[in-house]
Every structure is written in structure tokens, then in C-alpha cells.
């Protein structure tokens, strides 16, 4: 029998949209402890608790440690009994992260050889210097040939140990330079000339021990001391092998080289993470003058991920003053990369069914209240959650613009369709929220108000109604009435039956020469659409001739209750290949959360000049597959 048209009843309304419902979540001012970011604490007290202040200050401990103490003799290494016990304490009893560098000069060591002697006796040449609280200190020629080979491998052996250790954060580049820094000091030209140095040969250095440490460390970040403009290109070498850069020199006017206004701006924005630490404590910091919250406003106008809280270490925390511990902690709120939903819009109620899938739309805005990017790409995952506690339906989605690219201050869209299956009972439910770095599972905190014990923030509450909708088929014509069915030509182009259908008797046929428009022909949907509903649109179609070759397709463009355009849903083109024989489309598209009509079009595929055609449609097909 014949079918002209089919309307669902319960789509036989005004094509209006309710205007979606809008969310404001909470945010918060707690500090955040994330992956590639954060205040550390220096040396902290091994005896810490977890209730004092500091604990909530960082969730990363940083220790240096000498050459000698970790690699005495050749082939021995005593990382378990000095690293192990750090890993013990602050990450598996803390739950906290570490974070190393290893050095080869120190003037604060109490050794005469902070390197171990057994490099010297290996071949490398040293010269000696005067410590802090020793005599004589020897040093080596970082430029050496042999002690760079040494030191790369001494540089397998700890990556072998370290690397992709739970509860590791990064490790500094420390084997070169006064404390592993990238400057000299106490070294003479008399030095200089005793060891074979030349300019060249210290960048050749740092650049064989960067491609050592990258080799090493491919999954933990690690950072190079930078120096100054004249050192750019070491500087710029190890962030081209995926290295980040620190400064340890920071005071009220800036930090040393002045990096943080002109070095880290140039790298942050590329994926490069950007640490600082003070250049003195906070007594010496007093004692100079020097203005500490100057210091701190320098530090977080520029895009760091880290920031040391050297102006204390080991116990000297616990006697930090009140005005201190309130700037420490100021800076940890902001530093690196803050993520906040500042709002949500989804319908102004849910549609569930006793048959049909229900589907709730959500589009959530975002933005990063921090002072840099972040260095991982994580995924959102939006939850619909019972009285009961029991998730109903979730949605992870990786944002379109990925969270490394988040800039400062900048906003982001993400959209989420929650599918709610048939029999979920209608009432009022809570939308939850969370971030996941999915390789790894670490749920990322945001500074939204309210995180439950898994990590998730509140949204908001929902209320989602019955529907009467019935899923199946709202609209179709095979032509066999013998009527165009509403659709309409372009100029140039005509509008008839044809004999030979489908798999029928008669199909619609454009036929013409059009020039300078986008399709052949279309129609305005006899049925309104739903918000947030999806639906297949299905049909055949035959080609018996278009000239130029260009593949013609059916298009739906959906457009809001006002008339205006929303967005387009394009089915595959036709294949020119077979013409003359029918060729079935089909497209599944979801209406947008302000769509109320839809128009269909049999597309040219430009716009300029023209273009001949002849070609049949039939058994046109409109299916709601679920509904909000």
C-alpha cells in the first residue's frame, strides 16, 4: 500500500524551544595538587604530620643529593638506601610526590669531594676550590670527554631506577655547573685555561649530558637551570628535546636573567614547563630588604608551573610567620593551571521514556583560572547520579581543544550527551563533573567547591519528566501519490515525477541547469524537530547524469524556532562512479540544544558556477531514534 506521509502524534507541535536551563557552579580557593604543577617543599621535615600547614601548602618534596653519596665506587649505587626511604615516607605514607636533582659541585657540601674521587682517579682532571664549611673542595671539568661519559653512565643508572616510578615528579639536570646550575662560580680563568675550556665546549657538554637525560627519562619531566641570553641556544636545545626550564634565582626585581618576563612567556605557550625558586630564605630576604610580596607578585605574573617555598626548608617550616605561610599559600591557589566550569546549559527539563533512550545534552563552559598551561591532555567525563548515589548514565569526551592548549584566562566549550536508557524513573538528579589524565587514571582536581571522595564536583540538579515520545519512523514518502511532497527547485532547475522508483512505481526527479546556488532543490521538514533529540534521515538516490562531475548528497540543515541557521548534517556523497543505479544515504544527526526545524536539501557542492543535472530520489525517511 502506498505511504504518502506518517506523523508521529507526539511530534505534531509548535515548533518552539524552551530556553535551556542555566547552571552557575560554585568555585573554590583551595590549593590544587595536580600532575606538572605546584609549590614543593624543600628538605621537608621527615617527621612532618599530615595536619600542618605546609602538608596543605605542596604535595611534592624536593631533595638534592651529591654524586659521591649515591654512586661512592664505580659500578656501586645506593639509590635504595638514599632514595627509598623518601619514596617510603612521602609517597607511599604521605601520598605525596618527590622530585630530585643529583649534583657534581655544591659549594654548601661538607664533602672534599662532591664528585666522587674515584671519577677524578678515572682520568677526569679537577681544580680545586674553597667550600662553605670545608677547606678544599675538587671539581671537575664538565667539559671533559671522560667525565662526560661517566656521567652518562651514571645517568642510565639512576633513570633505570627512577623513571616511571609511582610518586616521581621530575628530576633536575644537575651535572654540570655550581649546585647543577648553568654558571660557574669560584672558577678562575686560571681554571678555565688548566681544564681545556672553551665556549663551545661547554655548550657541546650540555648538550651531550640533555640528550643523556632525555634518553634516561622519557616519562618524567626534567629541568635545565637556565642562564642567560648568551646561553639561549642550550637553553633552546633542551626544549626542543622535550626539557623544561628553571631559574633559581628569583628576588623582587625578577629572577635571574630576568627569565621569567623574557625567556619563560616565549616557551610556556610551546609546552614547556616553567619553575623558579627564591634566591635566599626568608630571613636573608629580610635581612637585604628585599620585598617579598614584590617577589612573589614577579614570580606570578609569569607562566610558571613550579615554584620552590625555599624560603624555608626541613623544620624551618613550622616557624614560618603567619604573613609567609598566607603568600605561600596565595601563590599555590594560582600557580600553574587552575581548571573551573563557570557554567552549564542544558534543557530546562529531561525527557525519559518507558521504551524509547532518553538523551540529556549538557554543554559545559570552562576556563583556566592559573597562570600557565598544562602540560597534560585529560578528558571530562560528565555524570548523571541518583538519589541513591548511583551514576545513571556518564559521558567521557576529550575536549576539542585539548587542555594543553587552555590558555590563561581563556574560556573552552565542551558538550556531553548523557543517554538515559529506557525505564530511567522520572524525579530530580544531581549532574556531577570530573577530569581524568585517562593513561594513568589520576583524577585531576578543579577549583570547583564540593569534590567528593572520588573526585567529582556537584553541578547542579536535574529534573527529568516522562515523555509520551514513540521512537520509529515520523516521516516518509515514497511518491507513489504522484507529489513533489513540498519540495521546491532552484532556478533553473524543475521539480517532477518520474517513473521507476525504488522499488516502487514513481520517484521525484530534479532535472535543469542551475548556476550560482548551493542545491538542486529542498524541502522544509513537515515535522518539527526536538531539542537534543537523534534522529536517522535515510532515502536513495539515483544519478543519471551531472555535468560538470561533482557528487551531489542530501543535506538537513537544522535551524531554531526564529528561523535562523543552526548547523548543517551532511550524508555521504554520491558515488559517480556507479550512476544510473540507486544508492541508498543515511545519516544519523543530533538536533542542537536550540533546533526546532529542519529543511533538506540535495546539495550541488559549491556555490559557483554551473552546473547540469538529472537525478531521482525516493523512499525518503525521517527516524527519531531517541529523545530528551
Given at each position: 500500500m502506498?505511504?504518502?506521509?506518517?506523523?508521529?502524534?507526539s511530534?505534531?507541535?509548535?515548533?518552539?524551544t524552551?530556553?535551556?536551563?542555566?547552571l552557575t557552579p560554585q568555585?573554590?580557593?583551595?590549593v590544587l595538587?595536580?600532575?606538572?604543577?605546584?609549590?614543593?617543599?624543600?628538605?621537608?621535615?621527615?617527621?612532618a604530620?599530615?595536619?600542618?600547614?605546609?602538608?596543605?601548602?605542596?604535595?611534592?618534596?624536593?631533595?638534592?643529593?651529591h654524586?659521591c653519596?649515591?654512586?661512592?665506587?664505580?659500578?656501586?649505587?645506593?639509590?635504595?638506601?638514599?632514595?627509598?626511604?623518601?619514596?617510603d615516607v612521602?609517597?607511599?605514607?604521605?601520598?605525596k610526590?618527590v622530585?630530585?636533582?643529583?649534583?657534581?659541585?655544591?659549594m654548601?657540601?661538607?664533602?672534599?669531594?662532591?664528585?666522587?674521587k674515584?671519577?677524578?682517579?678515572?682520568?677526569?682532571?679537577?681544580?680545586?676550590?674553597?667550600?662553605?664549611?670545608?677547606?678544599?673542595?675538587?671539581?671537575?671539568?664538565?667539559?671533559n670527554?671522560r667525565?662526560?661519559?661517566?656521567?652518562?653512565?651514571?645517568?642510565?643508572?639512576?633513570?633505570?631506577?627512577l623513571?616511571?616510578r609511582?610518586?616521581?615528579?621530575f628530576?633536575d639536570?644537575?651535572?654540570?655547573?655550581?649546585?647543577?646550575e648553568?654558571?660557574?662560580?669560584?672558577?678562575t680563568?686560571?681554571?678555565f685555561?688548566?681544564?681545556?675550556?672553551?665556549?663551545?665546549?661547554y655548550v657541546?657538554?650540555?648538550?651531550?649530558?640533555?640528550?643523556d637525560?632525555?634518553?634516561?627519562?622519557p616519562r618524567?619531566?626534567?629541568?635545565?637551570?637556565?642562564g642567560?641570553?648568551?646561553?639561549?641556544s642550550?637553553?633552546?636545545y633542551?626544549?626542543?628535546?622535550?626539557?623544561?626550564?628553571?631559574q633559581?634565582?628569583?628576588?623582587?626585581?625578577?629572577?635571574?636573567?630576568?627569565?621569567?618576563?623574557k625567556?619563560?612567556p616565549t616557551?610556556?605557550p610551546?609546552?614547556?614547563?616553567?619553575?623558579?625558586e627564591?634566591?635566599?630564605?626568608?630571613s636573608?630576604m629580610q635581612?637585604?630588604?628585599?620585598?617579598?610580596?614584590?617577589t612573589?607578585a614577579k614570580?606570578?605574573?609569569?607562566?610558571?608551573?613550579?615554584?620552590?617555598?625555599n624560603?624555608?626548608?626541613?623544620?624551618?617550616y613550622?616557624?614560618?610567620?603567619?604573613?609567609?605561610?598566607?603568600?605561600l599559600?596565595?601563590a599555590?591557589?594560582?600557580?600553574?593551571?587552575?581548571f573551573v566550569v563557570?557554567?552549564?546549559?542544558?534543557?530546562a527539563?529531561?525527557r525519559v521514556?518507558?521504551?524509547?533512550p532518553?538523551?540529556?545534552?549538557?554543554?559545559?563552559f570552562?576556563?583556566?583560572?592559573?597562570i600557565?598551561?598544562?602540560?597534560?591532555s585529560?578528558?571530562?567525563t560528565?555524570?548523571?547520579?541518583?538519589?541513591?548515589?548511583?551514576?545513571?548514565?556518564s559521558d567521557?569526551?576529550?575536549p576539542?581543544?585539548p587542555?594543553?592548549r587552555?590558555?590563561?584566562?581563556?574560556s573552552q566549550?565542551q558538550?556531553?550527551?548523557?543517554v538515559?536508557?529506557?525505564?530511567?524513573?522520572?524525579?530530580?538528579?544531581r549532574l556531577?563533573?570530573?577530569?581524568?589524565?585517562?593513561?594513568?587514571?589520576r583524577?585531576?582536581?578543579?577549583?570547583?567547591?564540593?569534590r567528593d571522595?572520588?573526585?567529582?564536583?556537584p553541578l547542579g540538579?536535574?529534573?527529568?519528566?516522562l515523555?509520551t515520545?514513540?521512537?520509529?519512523?515520523?516521516w516518509?514518502?515514497?511518491?507513489?501519490?504522484?507529489?513533489?511532497?513540498?519540495?521546491?527547485?532552484?532556478?533553473?532547475?524543475q521539480?517532477?515525477?518520474?517513473?521507476g522508483g525504488?522499488?516502487s512505481?514513481?520517484?521525484?526527479?530534479?532535472t535543469?541547469?542551475c548556476?550560482?546556488?548551493?542545491?538542486?532543490?529542498?524541502?522544509?521538514?513537515?515535522?518539527?524537530?526536538?531539542?537534543?533529540?537523534?534522529y536517522?534521515l535515510s532515502?536513495?538516490m539515483?544519478v543519471?547524469?551531472?555535468?560538470p562531475?561533482?557528487?551531489?548528497?542530501?543535506?538537513?540543515?537544522?535551524?531554531?524556532?526564529?528561523?535562523?541557521?543552526?548547523d548543517?548534517?551532511?550524508?555521504?556523497p554520491?558515488?559517480?562512479r556507479?550512476?544510473?543505479t540507486?544508492?541508498r544515504?543515511?545519516r544519523?544527526?543530533e538536533?542542537?540544544?536550540?533546533?526546532?526545524?529542519?529543511?533538506?536539501a540535495?546539495e550541488?557542492?559549491?556555490?559557483?558556477?554551473?552546473?547540469?543535472?538529472?537525478?531521482?530520489?525516493?523512499?525518503?525517511?525521517?527516524?527519531l531514534?531517541?529523545?530528551?
Open positions: 502506498p505511504v504518502a506521509l506518517l506523523l508521529s502524534l511530534l505534531l507541535q509548535a515548533p518552539t524552551p530556553e535551556p536551563r542555566q568555585l573554590s580557593n583551595e595538587q595536580n600532575p606538572f604543577m605546584g609549590v614543593y617543599l624543600q628538605y621537608p621535615p621527615l617527621d604530620k599530615p595536619d600542618e600547614w605546609f602538608m596543605g601548602l605542596s604535595d611534592i618534596a624536593y631533595f638534592r643529593l654524586w653519596d649515591v654512586n661512592p665506587e664505580p659500578g656501586v649505587y645506593r639509590f635504595d638506601e638514599f632514595l627509598g626511604p623518601l619514596f612521602w609517597v607511599k605514607q604521605h601520598r610526590r622530585a630530585f636533582r643529583v649534583m657534581s659541585q655544591s654548601h657540601g661538607n664533602k672534599e669531594y662532591v664528585t666522587p674515584w671519577v677524578f682517579d678515572a682520568g677526569v682532571p679537577g681544580v680545586e676550590h674553597v667550600g662553605l664549611s670545608v677547606p678544599r673542595q675538587v671539581n671537575p671539568a664538565f667539559w670527554q667525565y662526560l661519559e661517566l656521567q652518562a653512565e651514571f645517568i642510565a643508572k639512576l633513570g633505570a631506577w623513571d616511571g609511582e610518586g616521581l615528579e628530576v639536570l644537575g651535572g654540570i655547573g655550581e649546585w647543577g648553568m654558571h660557574l662560580a669560584r672558577w680563568q686560571a681554571d685555561d688548566a681544564t681545556g675550556y672553551t665556549d663551545a665546549g657541546a657538554a650540555y648538550r651531550r649530558m640533555i640528550d637525560y632525555a634518553k634516561a627519562f618524567t619531566p626534567v629541568f635545565l637551570n637556565v642567560g641570553p648568551e646561553r639561549l642550550i637553553n633552546d633542551a626544549a626542543a628535546r622535550g626539557m623544561h626550564l628553571r633559581d634565582g628569583l628576588k623582587h626585581d625578577g629572577a635571574s636573567y630576568n627569565v621569567e618576563s625567556l619563560y616557551y610556556a610551546r609546552g614547556t614547563l616553567c619553575n623558579l627564591f634566591h635566599s630564605g626568608w636573608a635581612q637585604n630588604g628585599w620585598d617579598v610580596p614584590t612573589f614570580a606570578l605574573a609569569s607562566p610558571i608551573a613550579y615554584l620552590n617555598s624560603l624555608f626548608g626541613g623544620a624551618g613550622r616557624k614560618a610567620p603567619p604573613e609567609a605561610r598566607e603568600m599559600l596565595d599555590a591557589r594560582r600557580i600553574g593551571y587552575r563557570t557554567g552549564v546549559e542544558l534543557p527539563a529531561g521514556s518507558a521504551t524509547l532518553g538523551r540529556l545534552v549538557v554543554r559545559s570552562w576556563r583556566n583560572d592559573g600557565a598551561w598544562s602540560h597534560g585529560y578528558a571530562v560528565m555524570l548523571l547520579v541518583n538519589a541513591a548515589g548511583e551514576v545513571v548514565s567521557l569526551q576529550y576539542p581543544t587542555t594543553t587552555w590558555d590563561p584566562g581563556a566549550e558538550m556531553h550527551r548523557l538515559l536508557p529506557p525505564g530511567t524513573p522520572a524525579g530530580t538528579y556531577l563533573v570530573s577530569m581524568v589524565w585517562p593513561e594513568t587514571g583524577v585531576i582536581q578543579l577549583g570547583l567547591a564540593g571522595a572520588a573526585g567529582r564536583y540538579e536535574v529534573e527529568l519528566h515523555s515520545a514513540v521512537g520509529g519512523v515520523v516518509q514518502t515514497d511518491f507513489e501519490t504522484g507529489e513533489a511532497a513540498g519540495w521546491a527547485a532552484a532556478t533553473g532547475t521539480v517532477s515525477m518520474a517513473a525504488h522499488d512505481q514513481r520517484a521525484l526527479r530534479l535543469g541547469t548556476r550560482n546556488t548551493w542545491n538542486y532543490g529542498h524541502l522544509r521538514l513537515p515535522v518539527p524537530l526536538q531539542p537534543a533529540a537523534r536517522r532515502g536513495w539515483r543519471e547524469r551531472v555535468e562531475a561533482k557528487a551531489p548528497y542530501v543535506k538537513v540543515g537544522v535551524n531554531a524556532a526564529d528561523g535562523k541557521w543552526i548543517n548534517f551532511n550524508a555521504a554520491y558515488d559517480l556507479q550512476s544510473g540507486w544508492q544515504f543515511d544519523v544527526f538536533v542542537p540544544l536550540r533546533g526546532a526545524a529542519g529543511d533538506l540535495i550541488r557542492g559549491g556555490l559557483e558556477g554551473e552546473r547540469s543535472v538529472d537525478l531521482l530520489l525516493d523512499d525518503l525517511r525521517l527516524e531514534l531517541d529523545a530528551p
